[in-house]
C-alpha cells in the first residue's frame, strides 16, 4: 500500500452522519436547514428512516429516506434532515474542505443573516463542534436556523431570492479563501484528469505506473457536532 496519500475520488469529501434526534420548534425532529453555495450534496441512506426537506425556487418538497436511497441536490437549495427513526446516512460532498470553509449557510431570520457578527455568534459552536462539546448549542442554533426556515416556506421565491441574495453578501469575503481551496482540490482532480487524457492520447502510460492504494481504517474524528446531527469525519486527501 502507498505511503503517500491521495485525495477521495474527484476532491469529494466523504463522513458518516448519525441525524439529530430532538425535537425542534415546528415539532418536526431533526437537523439544520441550511445551504451549500457552490457544493453538490448527496446521500447514501443506511440505516432507519427520515425524510429531506428541500426549498428551491420550484417551491418545498419532502423525499422519504430509507435504507438504500440515495438522494442528491445543487447548490442553492434550502435542506433539512427529518429524523423518523435511527436514521444514518453516507454524506457525499462535492468540493471537499468548502462546507468547512463556510460555502453552508444557516436560514437564520433576515435580521440575523445581514449582520455578520451576529451571524458568527448564533453559528459558533464550543471549541468548534469538536467531539464531546455540549451539543445544546448545535440545537440552539438549529431552532434558530427553523424560525428562519420556517419564514422562507411561507414567504414563496421572494423570500428565497433575498435569502440567497444575503447569503451570498455574507460569504463574499471568504471567496478567495474558497477558490484557494477549490484549486488545490476539486479543481486539480480535473486538471489530473486532463493531463491523463492528453497522456493517452500521447500513447503514454506513465502516470498508470503511478498508481497507488489507499485506505483508512476508521474514521478520524467520532460524534463532531454538525449541521444535521453527530459526524463521523475521514481525511478528505493529504
Known amino acids: 500500500m502507498s505511503e503517500r496519500f491521495a485525495a477521495l475520488p474527484g476532491g469529494i469529501g466523504v463522513s458518516r452522519l448519525r441525524v439529530y434526534d430532538t425535537v425542534a420548534p415546528d415539532g418536526v425532529v431533526g437537523g439544520t436547514p441550511h445551504v451549500h453555495l457552490c457544493c453538490t450534496e448527496g446521500y447514501v441512506v443506511t440505516d432507519g428512516e427520515g425524510a429531506v426537506q428541500t426549498l ?50 444557516l436560514t437564520f431570520p433576515p435580521e440575523v443573516l445581514a449582520d455578520p457578527a ?68 476539486a479543481g486539480r482532480a480535473a486538471a489530473d484528469t486532463a493531463g491523463q487524457l492528453d497522456a493517452l492520447e500521447r500513447g503514454d502510460p506513465g502516470h498508470l505506473g503511478d498508481a497507488g492504494v489507499y485506505a483508512v481504517a476508521e474514521p478520524v474524528e467520532r460524534g463532531r457536532l454538525g449541521m444535521c446531527g453527530l459526524l463521523d469525519t475521514y481525511p478528505a486527501g493529504g
Open 118 to 185: 451576529a451571524y458568527d455568534a448564533a453559528a459558533a459552536l464550543p471549541d468548534g463542534g469538536a467531539p464531546g462539546a455540549d451539543v445544546c448549542a448545535a440545537y440552539r442554533r438549529r431552532d434558530l436556523a427553523v424560525t428562519g426556515f420556517s419564514a422562507l416556506r411561507s414567504g414563496g421565491p421572494a423570500a428565497l431570492a433575498a435569502f440567497h441574495a444575503a447569503a451570498v453578501a455574507l460569504r463574499q469575503p471568504k471567496l478567495a479563501r474558497w477558490r484557494q481551496r477549490w484549486e488545490s482540490g
Open 56 to 105: 428551491t425556487t420550484a417551491g418545498f418538497r419532502e423525499t422519504p429516506l430509507r435504507p438504500g436511497v440515495v438522494v442528491w441536490f445543487e447548490p442553492g437549495t434550502v435542506h433539512r434532515l427529518v429524523n423518523t427513526g435511527g436514521l444514518s446516512i453516507v454524506v457525499l460532498m462535492q468540493n471537499s474542505g468548502l462546507p468547512e470553509a463556510g460555502d453552508a449557510v
